[in-house]
């Protein structure tokens, strides 16, 4: 069963107890009070939210935070230089606020470092390409290397796309479908008539449907064929994994160990492979000097604020630290990364000495499959076992708009309680879904619900996530929307105050789990290994 309800009519799991605004509220100063130019809501507040408030509003850092991480430091991929800048940088960062940070290795990663590209069109006319190397790709060594450009071939079969691949060798292979359309659907629908807006889609349904049957009768996968065509002697691989927004393209890793594999942007890639498709020979030149460094520590990134009372309790803020690079990481996550990071400075300056340990949990290799954290689990069980709660973001720059139970029982207990300390004016928009259902993955909060530990994700509002930012070219700092994060600042920073300051750790219990489309009842997570060592996407 899922219910949506505003955090104030909290629902029960077994029965319906609506909690009034009266009780849940604090009873010392005001959020018209706390919050700068005041409000025509007078929602009584506990003094240290309070003070969270009018130190998250008057003195926040988070500009400078993102400027520094994202303009200086740039994209985390894992096993560049640039992941361990992120850590020198973040433990320099937190012990001007007095806060104790440290570097704990989990394991390894393939080493590699970007460098200048450029991707020019130089036949039938000179243009200079929009494109980028994708993650881990070979290099050609800082020397242009000019060919020509192909597509696939319309095949029968395997033992014809075989007999194909000769001609592969010395070219660049493009192996993307063509879009019909470099406009977003939301465009079309604006503006289009209906007719067209459809007949478009009906067209893409079908390019779709025959480039993937042409991929099926090659006998291959499309994640084998950029490995296929290195091995028959491809001079490059260009793709093109367009976002469905103006610009955007996603960059993930190459699949290649020997020639450079290059993401292209729509508009450029559909001008390449309209000239080739129609006998003009296109030719492009590439020149990259990327380098390889050989096998690199994996690792994660903690900080620490000791608890006075019960120090060896822990509250968690969780936010992974890596990135794609298509960009810079902007909203994936640097956005969780310095809300977490001005979370615990705040924390420092107004509650110096909590009752627990509020532990800064900076994950490595998430982008990979939840490594860090799922190696924090299994490394630190003393640290974990006695975890009051976990907060984790890791979508975006939109401020809070959804916190899912995680399927433990009594969440909307103790998760009520401490919402409703929160300046009403953050919390009245807020969906729960109590008791919820845990995460297998998707983000760190998983690795910490699997081995039984109340996670919570801080669902944030879209504002274009999964087309315009999310592991694209486009994840930029001028996609953030500060307003947003200063309030999920102050929604975290009074989550993990009250959470610290609990009396008893919270009940754990877990739900029942529904039945699944077998019928048969759906299972916990179980804690699963991460990857130590990895070579790449």
Not at 91 to 106: C, D, H, P, S
Not at 331 to 350: F, P, S, W
Not at 437 to 466: E, K, N, R, T, V
Request: with cysteine; hydrophobic share 35%; charged share 20%.
């Amino acid at each position: 069963m899922r219910l949506y309800m505003n955090i104030f009519q909290v629902s029960r799991y077994r029965g319906v107890k609506r909690t009034s605004l009266a009780i849940l509220l604090g009873l010392s100063s005001t959020w018209a009070d706390a919050q700068p130019g005041g409000t025509s809501e007078a929602h009584t507040l506990d003094p240290v939210v309070a003070q969270i408030v009018k130190e998250a509003h008057e003195h926040s850092q988070l500009q400078q935070l993102a400027h520094e991480l994202l303009d200086v430091v740039g994209p985390r991929l894992v096993g560049t230089p640039q992941m361990k800048h992120a850590h020198d940088w973040a433990v320099a960062k937190y012990n001007t606020w007095g806060i104790e940070a440290r570097y704990e290795e989990f394991g390894e990663w393939r080493g590699w470092e970007r460098g200048i590209s450029h991707i020019d069109m130089v036949h039938p006319r000179v243009k200079t390409l929009a494109g980028t190397q994708l993650a881990w790709s070979p290099t050609t060594g800082g020397k242009a290397v000019e060919a020509e450009v192909i597509v696939l071939p319309q095949v029968k079969d395997s033992l014809a796309f075989k007999a194909w691949l000769p001609h592969v060798k010395g070219k660049y292979v493009m192996v993307s479908m063509p879009q019909p359309t470099g406009r977003p659907d939301h465009n079309w629908e604006q503006y289009a008539r209906p007719e067209s807006f459809e007949k478009m889609k009906r067209e893409r349904d079908s390019l779709t449907k025959a480039w993937n049957a042409n991929i099926d009768a090659m006998g291959i996968s499309s994640r084998s064929l950029p490995r296929i065509l290195e091995e028959a002697g491809a001079a490059g691989i260009l793709e093109c994994y367009w976002s469905r927004e103006f610009g955007s393209n996603k960059i993930f890793g190459a699949r290649t160990t020997s020639v450079p594999s290059l993401d292209i942007s729509l508009e450029d890639y559909g001008v390449l492979y309209r000239l080739a498709e129609n006998g003009h020979k296109p030719r492009i030149k590439v020149e990259t000097d990327s380098k390889h460094l050989g096998t690199v520590p994996t690792f994660n990134t903690i900080a620490e604020i000791k608890g006075s009372e019960k120090p060896d309790e822990y509250v968690i803020l969780s936010a992974h630290f890596d990135s794609w690079e298509g960009g810079s990481g902007a909203t994936d996550n640097g956005t969780g990364t310095i809300t977490m990071m001005e979370v615990a400075r705040i924390l420092k300056k107004v509650l110096p000495h909590p009752k627990r340990t509020i532990l800064i949990g900076h994950w490595g290799s998430e982008e990979q499959g939840l490594n860090g954290s799922r190696a924090f689990v299994l490394d630190h069980p003393e640290i974990v076992q006695k975890t009051q709660a976990v907060f984790n973001q890791d979508n975006g720059t939109g401020r809070v708009a959804s916190i899912n139970g995680s399927g433990f029982l009594h969440a909307y207990d103790f998760m009520g309680r401490w919402l409703s300390a929160a300046p009403r004016e953050i919390t009245r928009d807020i969906n729960t879904d109590f008791p919820g259902l845990p995460s297998s993955g998707g983000s760190d909060h998983a690795s910490f619900a699997a081995a039984g530990i109340p996670a919570f994700m801080l669902s944030s509002l879209s504002w274009g996530y999964s087309t315009i930012t999310w592991h694209t070219n486009l994840d930029t700092y001028d996609k953030l929307i500060f307003d947003d994060l200063t309030s999920n600042v102050v929604l975290i920073a009074t989550l993990a105050y009250k959470a610290s300051e609990e009396p008893e750790l919270v009940n754990r219990e877990k739900r029942v789990m529904p039945l699944g489309r077998d019928g048969q009842p759906q299972q916990w997570p179980v804690i699963r290994q991460p990857r130590r060592t990895g070579v790449g996407y």
